[in-house]
Nanobody
């Protein structure tokens, strides 16, 4: 299983980013996927998740309404659309999947919100 995030960067408050998680090594469409983030000095926290068929999503209260998780099962790719970015969204963002009782993580992509 391999996960590779991309799309992070430096953005001004109120801006938007679209993060991408390219996957391989497992049957992508069978598994729910999640996004986590870890801010400096804080524990890693769940941002949200999406069902294997893309039919259901859930979000942390802190991001609901601004973040949207989607997936393209034909491309084995997970996305995180982030709108109206705030300074508190500054963090490393990770995608993750649990396959056969083992949780796999990508290397993360840095999102920095600053004027």
């Amino acid at each position: 299983v391999q996960l590779a995030e991309s799309g992070g960067g430096l953005v001004q408050p109120g801006g938007s980013l679209r993060l991408r998680c390219a996957t391989s090594g497992f049957t992508f469409s069978k598994y729910p996927m999640s996004w986590f983030r870890q801010a400096p000095g804080k524990e890693r926290e769940l941002v949200g998740a999406i069902a294997g068929n893309g039919g259901g999503t859930s979000y942390a209260d802190s991001v609901r309404g601004r973040f949207t998780i989607s997936r393209d099962n034909a491309k084995n790719t997970l996305y995180l659309q982030i709108n109206d970015l705030k300074s508190e969204d500054t963090a490393v963002y990770y995608c993750t999947v649990a396959v056969e009782n083992t949780r796999f993580w990508g290397q993360g992509t840095q999102v920095t919100v600053s004027s």
